[in-house]
């Protein structure tokens, strides 16, 4: 899949992984993994199957052992030659060369506006994919940040990835509103609210970690109050955006799994276990017998 206009993707990565001590206290938490794999690979294969081949990781605490994992590893590499276990060296030559990586240090945690911020330089006046690190998607067709590029170079503004969520749960999330339908899950954004009352809520479309953003967003961010705990909240810039600019709301295509949450982290491998030619049916089984028996 060819993108005209997308060509690099920013994935912010630099928290401390809180909820997953004390394993985050060695491993950052890009790191758990989805079976083998770990997320961050997954994420970085959402946006390579979407064409784009540049990818900038904003990086924090224990980045040295998150870029370790896209160098090469000599010393297994020649181990698995001299066994002759090519499929498993496949396997760990393919992050090595899987896209065209770079870092950035975000060395104080005041905001995902300004960990975006740190992007601009890798950006230039290009539009650019957001991936968040806390979010893995699933989508069995074009994946879901490929979604939103085809949108932008339809429509040529940011677009925002949303999910319906419970309005009672709209509290926990951020808030579209829009005035117009553009065509089936499409919408002209008008404004999107972090956190809002249930009853102040406009709808029940949340942005859940995937975006396409305009090269005039860092303008906007460099222009940005502080917001909820004191810091630069990227949903804020994107409501200044969509009233300056213009943007899409988009209810994607695709399963979502929250990576920053111990459940959604059980319900993504269940998932794509469940989903593996080899693990799928064993899997399937014990579940139901699990679950009988439990």
């Known amino acids: 899949m060819d993108n005209l206009k997308v060509k690099k993707a920013v994935i912010p990565v630099a928290g401390y992984g809180t909820r997953f001590l ?21 994420i970085t294969e959402e946006v390579v199957q979407s064409g784009i081949k540049e990818a900038l990781f904003i990086v924090g605490y224990k980045s040295e052992i998150l ?25 760990v030559l393919y992050p090595e060369k899987m896209a065209n990586i770079s870092y950035k240090v975000q060395t104080v945690q005041n905001g995902t506006a300004s960990a975006i911020a ?12 957001v991936l968040f690190g806390d979010d893995v998607m699933y989508s069995d067709g074009v994946p879901v940040i490929g979604q939103l590029c085809a949108l932008y170079e339809k429509y040529g ?4 990835g949303c999910k319906r969520v419970p309005m009672d749960d709209i509290p926990k999330y951020a808030a579209v ?3 117009k339908v553009l065509e089936e899950d499409v919408y ?15 709808s029940d479309m949340a942005p859940l970690g995937r975006y396409v953003c305009s090269p005039d967003i ?14 630069y909240q990227f949903t804020d810039a ?47 089984e014990y579940l139901k017998a699990l679950t009988e028996n439990f």
């Open 22 to 42: 004390p394993f985050t206290k060695a491993v950052p938490k890009p790191m758990l993994p989805i079976l083998n794999k770990p997320a961050l690979q997954i």
């Open 67 to 91: 870029k370790s994992h896209f160098l090469p590893a000599e010393e297994l590499e020649k181990v698995l030659r001299e066994k002759q276990k090519f499929d498993f060296l496949e396997e």
């Open 118 to 129: 740190l992007a601009e330089q890798f950006v230039g006046n290009e539009p650019f994919a």
């Open 157 to 160: 503004k940011t677009v925002i």
């Open 177 to 179: 509103e829009y005035d």
């Open 188 to 202: 002209n954004m008008i404004k999107v609210t972090e956190k809002p009352k249930k009853e102040e809520a406009k």
């Open 218 to 231: 860092f303008e906007v961010i460099k222009n940005l109050d502080r917001g909820a705990n004191g810091e």
């Open 238 to 284: 994107l409501d200044i955006e969509a009233r300056k600019n213009g943007a899409i709301a988009y209810v994607f295509k695709g399963t979502r799994y929250d990576m920053g949450d111990r459940l959604g982290y059980l319900k993504a491998n269940i998932e794509y276990g469940l989903r593996d030619k080899e693990l799928g049916g064993k899997l399937k």
